[in-house]
């Protein structure tokens, strides 16, 4: 398997996972349509292009002990005020034309809360200490080869659920995307208070 196609097969798996990125990715799409789902995903795959980029370079080693509690910290409060504006969104009235995001406000959104949540580096640090000897790819691949496969991958997963929360998105009334952005709201809140906990735990 080449260093490329590894990567994005990594970045597929991982963008496939269930998460708050994904439940964001999904909820957007499910109210705003194709494009600001696919900013959520794009943004979560720059980020994890990055990391990966990182995790070759052995950056977990700067993400440990204290510093790695405060990221923690950072990344769970980000998740959170994701949560709550979702949660206090207001359903849309009868003849009110609803406000999409665009892809350019999703792709920050997402972009920051996946940057903020650096213990990516230590997951891929620790997918390409085990990939990298078994793939026998040099140096060089494994920072530029496997981390545009990861972007790739992602963007691959991104794009189907855009389209697969679009195309649904025709046949979910108010009522029920209302229901489904609270549920979503909550475990994403959820996802961040347990980051919040577990970074809180570390500095202390």
């Not at 509690?69 to 979702?86: C, N």
């Not at 640090?125 to 494994?142: D, H, I, M, N």
């Not at 649904?168 to 549920?183: D, F, K």
Request: include cysteine; glycine fraction near 14%.
């Amino acid at each position: 398997m080449t260093p490329l196609l590894a990567g994005f097969v990594l970045g597929f798996s991982v963008a496939a996972s269930f998460g708050p990125i994904n439940l964001f990715a999904l909820s957007s799409g499910l109210r705003y349509g194709f494009w600001p789902a696919y900013g959520v995903g794009v943004g979560a795959a720059v980020a994890d292009g990055s990391y990966a980029f990182l995790g070759g370079l052995g950056a977990a080693a700067l993400v440990t002990g204290g510093a790695k509690g405060w990221f923690q910290t950072l990344g769970g409060t980000a998740l959170v005020f994701i949560a709550v504006g979702m949660a206090t969104r207001r359903p849309k009235e009868r003849g009110e034309q609803r406000a999409a995001p665009g892809f350019g406000r999703s792709f920050t959104v997402a972009l920051g809360a996946t940057l903020a949540n650096p213990i990516t580096v230590v997951y891929w640090t620790a997918v390409f200490a085990g990939a990298v000897p078994k793939l026998e790819v040099s140096r060089l691949e494994a920072l530029t080869l496997l981390p545009a496969g990861v972007v790739c991958g992602t963007v691959a997963w991104a794009t189907l659920l855009a389209l697969g929360s679009a195309f649904a998105r025709r046949y979910v009334n108010e009522r029920l995307l209302s229901r489904l952005s609270l549920a979503s709201a909550l475990t994403i809140a959820g996802f961040g208070v347990w980051f919040i906990v577990s970074g809180l735990r570390t500095i202390v």
